[in-house]
């Protein structure tokens, strides 16, 4: 039987944010209860809040935005795989041991997959430029992380960021991969189709894959 994993993070305004990133918070437009025939909202966050997939323009100035990325990176099969490395860069010694041959799209499961939406990471695994590299000589189009970030809290130049870029792998931050276990699914994580920011929120699923 087919199962789905959700991987999302809930966006709420109980959901931690990078700080100094703006929360997400709503308002009522219209409501029901004070006679109107409908609900009606708007919201306003971070297009970094929650699991999020980053657009380049992030990162480089000429960049390009999430109206503009290959959707086909953010669709296909991808691999989970746990490691236990709790802090500082990952690489590709971590994932000995993971089965990864024909590794399209990579799901780094750490110990911040366990906290919850309103729980802040003081620190996490990142990704490394050693990790990028390895990932494009195989082939790879995609890297997601259960971290808030591909790069250490306090980098400055975003070595990770720019690295995967320039290999043409996309960037998926702040999954939940807590319960999945690790292996090889399709994986759908689409961003939303924003002109002008610099990233966009994604509903991040897996499809467990037949035989």
């Known amino acids: 039987m087919t199962r789905i994993y959700d991987l999302s993070r809930t966006i709420s305004t109980a959901t931690a944010v990078w700080p100094g990133d703006a929360p997400f918070s709503f308002q009522h437009v219209v409501r029901i209860e004070g006679g109107a025939g409908y ?18 323009w992030h990162f480089e100035r000429d ?54 939406d309103h729980e802040w990471p003081e620190e996490f695994a990142h990704a490394t430029v050693e990790l990028a590299d390895w990932l494009a000589a195989r082939g790879a189009v995609l890297l997601g992380l259960d971290a808030p970030s591909m790069d250490a809290f306090d980098s400055a130049d975003l070595p990770c960021h720019h690295r995967l870029a320039a290999h043409g792998i996309a960037a998926i931050e702040n999954l939940r991969l807590k319960g999945v276990p690790d292996g090889v699914y399709d994986l759908a994580a689409l961003p939303l189709k924003f002109a002008e920011t610099c990233g966009s929120p994604v509903r991040a699923v897996l499809r467990t894959v037949d035989g």
């Open 63 to 116: 960049g390009s935005h999430p109206a503009q990325v290959p959707l086909e990176r953010y669709l296909g099969r991808a691999h989970v795989v746990t490691v236990a490395r709790e802090r500082g860069g990952i690489v590709p010694a971590d994932l000995d041991g993971a089965d990864l041959d024909g590794v399209e799209r990579l799901l780094v499961h750490t110990r911040a997959s366990a906290l919850e």
């Open 39 to 56: 609900n009606l909202t708007k919201v306003s966050m971070s297009p970094h809040t929650g699991t999020h997939a980053d657009a380049p």
